[in-house]
């Protein structure tokens, strides 16, 4: 059991995100239904809803608009997320590369592929930001 761990210590990492992303999507789910419940009660009464929870409603359960740098949940800053994971990917594409040139672990053709994909993602990411208006996060 010792050996499975210090073999497969990184399958901890995607199971954390997979299990993370189950729990938010179920907390979705439960607002989206929370919000039907309410629009209900207002049917019921025969009142007009308040225009902040249909809104509720018309945001995504699934969490797709998480990433979505047009999102309105980001403060009125058009692009900051995209800007965050243009830092993110090529903070981590650099570490990885680090790792691969001093081959840590003696693994360093492994984390040269892992750099190489976290590099791709970072353009991807900027291409993005850049595509979003060009702005940077304003304070």
Known sequence: MEDLFRSYWWLLFPLAWFVFGGFSSFLNYRRQ????????????????PPAALLALIEKPIDGSGMWDSSSDNSGGRSGDGAWFSVVLFGVMAVGFAYASWSDIYGAGEAFLIVSFVLGALCLASLVSALRSGGRGPRA
């Open 33 to 48: 239904r929370d919000a039907l419940k309410l629009i209900q009660t207002y049917a019921e009464k025969g009142q007009e």
